[in-house]
């Protein structure tokens, strides 16, 4: 079959199941707004519209791991598809928090929405001296924890009479496990690499470990490994099979990840739902940055003018971009992604189990993400 083929394919599959996902979804956002006391229901009512409007691509991939390891359209995995989908929409409520982001899927962020709620309403300084801003992103992050034990709770009563419950817990609270643990190496690696202790070529050698990590961790896990896993392990598959599907969609993610990253600097505006050269701001230790860190030292003094202000300018974006192309790092990201596309296609091959109908929609699924420009 032609890769035009298996993408055609591919995006049928994720229409249909989209768009019966989004009405799973839509029903388990009524159930979280239901809340007695006002001011929490209001917080509730927020998670509740961050938890849409999304691509659905987690929940989208809970529904093929079930189709791959042979589960039964009778039963289907919605509801485990749309607790991972709350899990996701959360671990973001946190990550706006920890950027300072202002926009997730095209809408405020829950602690900027707050902030504005109170600067609409006149509230300037709490009863104990606490400013607005920090105010909204306490409530934000009370309301992501929410979102977190929302969705555990989820699978819990979705799958109460299944006979794996308990593994299906376990695997899906390591996922969050392993998500907070490349969040955290996020947050604290580009301080850590300020230190004077280790010389420049250790430092570089934590680096370059410690995107990767951060890659298998913070988005391999939860945005491909997590969600397949977790569909096949609720058809029942044997650990052979889980293990090989890990093993594929760990490409997968790493490569979706180094795409994001790509997309965080070239993106057009209009489509990325979130703000262009956020991750200037930010300092994100990017495979872009780590390139020029570790290869191009005279280059990453630099880029050190423009990468981590906080202030970025169409100028700073254009400058930054510049720099990422004319040393390399840009097409360095570009073939690394394309290994690892590579390396999973011929794991893909080796799954002799899949069905063709499965295998057609994993190909697609990598032309999918190889395209996307948001």
Not at 133 to 148: F, I, M, N
Not at 342 to 365: Q, V, Y
Request: glycine letters at 8%; one cysteine or more.
């Amino acid at each position: 079959m032609t890769e035009a083929k298996q993408l055609e394919a591919f995006q049928k599959y994720y229409g249909s199941t989209k768009k019966r996902l989004e009405k799973a979804q839509k029903q388990y956002n009524r159930e979280v707004r239901k809340e007695k006391n006002p001011l929490i229901r209001t917080f509730c009512s927020d998670l509740a519209d961050m938890n849409c409007g999304g691509k659905l691509l987690r929940g989208m991939l809970v529904d093929l791991g079930y189709r791959m390891a042979g589960g039964s359209p009778e039963c289907g995995a919605d509801d485990l598809a749309s607790a991972y989908e709350m899990f996701q929409t959360a671990i973001l409520v946190h990550d706006d928090i920890i950027d300072n982001a202002e926009t997730r899927r095209g809408k405020l962020t829950i602690h900027r929405r707050y902030g504005h709620r109170m600067d609409v309403r006149g509230i300037t300084e709490a009863a104990g001296g606490a400013m607005p801003g920090e105010v909204a992103k306490s409530a934000a992050l009370c309301t992501g924890d929410l979102g977190l034990y929302l969705a555990n709770r989820k699978i819990a009563e979705s799958c109460r009479e299944h006979p794996a419950l308990a593994d299906l817990i376990l695997y899906f609270d390591q996922v969050i496990i392993d998500t907070i643990r490349g969040e955290l190496l996020d947050v604290v690696l580009p301080y850590e690499l300020m230190d004077q202790v280790h010389d420049e070529e250790e430092k570089a050698r934590l680096l370059e470990k410690s995107v990767y990590d951060i890659y298998r961790l913070k988005t391999a896990c939860y945005s491909v490994v997590g969600p397949l896993h977790l569909g096949m392990m609720y058809a029942g598959a044997p650990k052979a099979q889980l293990k090989a599907a890990d093993s594929f969609a760990e490409d997968i993610g790493i490569a979706y990840q180094i795409m994001d990253d790509i997309l965080g600097i070239y993106a057009d505006p209009e489509l990325l739902g979130k703000d262009v050269g956020s991750d200037i701001a930010e300092f994100k230790q990017t495979i872009l940055w780590m390139y020029v860190r570790t290869r191009e030292q005279g280059s990453a003094k630099e880029l050190l003018r423009y990468y981590g202000q906080k202030d970025v300018t169409e100028e700073t974006l254009e400058k930054v971009r510049e720099i990422f192309r004319d040393t390399g790092a840009l097409s360095y990201a570009q073939d690394v992604m394309d290994a690892c596309y590579r390396r999973a296609k011929r794991k893909l091959a080796r799954m002799k189990w899949l069905d063709e109908e499965n295998r057609t929609l994993l190909l697609g699924f990598m032309l999918y993400l190889k395209g996307r420009r948001k």
